[in-house]
């Protein structure tokens, strides 16, 4: 009896989490899970409080591009790096060329987003003049509720594999309470690795500024034209048409048994059709070949007998 309970309890558990984790914030009705455990359907009003995703702050992901023109470019880089240390920031990435006639700086980095208007005002003074500026951001509050939610309901479900694993006495059930708490645990990793990026990048924001040396080709040629912000653009529409292309051709493998018969059907319907064409042009020709041979026949013996009587 209890090696049947212990089966029940990891078939329930494992299904009431993964209905859990895709509910994610949008689990409310207790009554839904009533197969499951009691301290699953108790699990889905403590997780998630009633109207959280209503009341959390809101996370943006900020990205802001700076291009300027500068006066001396090791000056302005050692003026960002001192900028970014007094903000509480880092450098993300650095790319610098002190190339004479074509001197530039290319600095990422990230600010907490409470200073980043602060942290813009003093770059902006960086350079002699300012270009470009490029803003860009993207609310992530829903995913992020989400993460939070579904995380919370996987490790109480991981809570009670591990007290049912306490009271498992057979190896078997020992052995599979082990497997499906390795299971959850996988799972909890991955989607806490997601919310502590969107974490990072919510409470920081990227600040990425190309700048150039007042006297170099770029500045004089063009002073609006970036190439690090023209490959940027450049990768980006890269990026969309990949992922166009990817799903096209997931579309297509989906409804593949939808449109593999149609085109099949289709082609060897063309396939007898020119057949047929060919069998009957073959049959015309045949014909007319036929109808010219009985007229030509009779002229072979006039043209004899012609030819016969000629010397009387």
């Known amino acids: 009896m209890k090696h049947t309970l212990v089966k029940l309890l990891l078939t329930a558990l494992p299904l009431a989490a993964l209905l859990l984790s895709a509910a994610g914030c949008g689990a409310g009705d207790s009554g ?11 699990l889905q009003e403590d997780s998630i409080p009633a109207g959280e995703a209503a009341d959390v702050e809101r996370k943006v992901v900020i990205d802001v591009y700076i291009s300027m023109v500068v006066g001396d470019v090791s000056e302005a880089v050692a003026s960002v790096t001192r900028l970014v240390r007094e903000q509480n920031g880092y450098i993300v990435s650095s790319d610098n060329d002190y190339s004479p006639g074509d001197e530039r700086a290319d600095i990422s980095f990230r600010v907490p987003s409470d200073s980043l208007e ?21 609310d992530v509050t829903e995913e992020f509720v989400d993460l939070r939610a579904r995380i919370m309901n996987l490790e109480a479900t991981e809570q009670q594999l591990l007290e049912l694993f306490e009271r498992a006495d057979k190896m078997s059930d020992v052995l599979e309470v082990q ?7 996988g799972q909890i990793e991955r989607l806490s690795g997601r ?9 920081t924001s990227l600040v990425t500024v190309y700048m150039f040396a007042a006297n170099s080709a ?10 690090a912000a023209t490959a940027n653009r450049a990768l980006r529409g890269l990026a969309g ?19 593999v018969p149609i085109v099949g059907i289709t082609g060897l319907v063309i396939m007898w059709d020119q057949r047929r064409q060919r069998k009957n042009s073959a049959a015309d020709a045949l014909r007319q070949a036929q109808q010219q041979r009985p007229d030509a026949e009779p002229d072979a013996p006039e043209g004899g007998q012609a030819t016969g009587e000629g010397p009387k």
């Open 179 to 185: 497997r499906e708490v390795t299971n959850i645990r």
């Open 118 to 138: 602060a942290s813009l005002e003093v770059l902006r003074r960086v350079g002699e003049r300012v270009t470009s500026e490029e803003w860009r951001s993207t």
């Open 32 to 42: 839904s899970f009533a197969a499951a455990p009691e301290a699953s359907a108790q």
């Open 241 to 259: 048409f990949g992922r166009w292309f990817s799903d096209v051709l997931i579309t297509l493998g989906i409804f593949s048994p939808v449109w």
């Open 218 to 227: 770029v500045a004089i040629g063009d002073p609006g034209w970036s190439p």
């Open 195 to 203: 919310l502590n990026l969107l974490r990072t990048t919510t409470d």
